[in-house]
């Protein structure tokens, strides 16, 4: 399934075929999704920072099921169509929705938190951490989705 987004690897072309063209704007794809990538790790630390002080993580990853719940939402509009009715370029496309919201999510906090709260005999704890990170990123993945297909359907949702 095609989303409009560049992958890697993948050749830009540009008219009059100059390869060596073509390898810069390659690069400069790279460039974009690092630079995203910067600013959604910094966003996910202003988070954490901010959280902190209400729910400590030791007492419950609330920072980083926030993260992962807007960012499951943000990823589902994404790619249910959102970017591509803007008039960002493909290459900044790619960028928000592989660098920014890439490093904004954190599977591997999400995988290491569950283990913490495993590790400190809090097993039921990690059960309601993994049931809600993930019901309610699919669910907010599908919603965002949703949005994105109703505004080019005119409102309509499926």
Do not use: K
Not at 64 to 69: A, G, Q
Not at 148 to 154: F, L, N
Request: charged share 15%; net charge positive; glycine share 18%.
């Amino acid at each position: 399934m095609e989303f409009g987004l560049a992958r890697p690897g993948r050749r830009h072309r540009r008219l009059g075929g100059d390869r060596g063209v073509g390898r810069l704007t390659g690069l400069m794809t790279y460039l974009f999704v690092g630079l995203a990538g910067i600013g959604g790790a910094l966003l996910r630390f202003a988070i954490g920072a901010a959280f902190e002080p209400f729910v400590p993580p030791a007492l419950f990853p609330a920072a980083t099921l926030f993260c992962n719940w807007t960012g499951s939402f943000a990823l589902g509009w994404m790619l249910g169509g959102g970017l591509a009715r803007t008039s960002l370029s493909e290459r900044a496309r790619t960028a928000m929705a592989t660098g920014f919201v890439g490093s904004y999510t954190t599977f591997s906090t999400f995988s290491a938190e569950t283990v913490r709260f495993i590790d400190g005999g809090q097993g039921w704890l990690a059960v309601v951490y993994i049931v809600t990170s993930m019901w309610g990123g699919i669910a907010l993945a599908w919603a965002g989705d949703r949005l994105a297909a109703a505004r080019s359907d005119g409102g309509e949702t499926a």
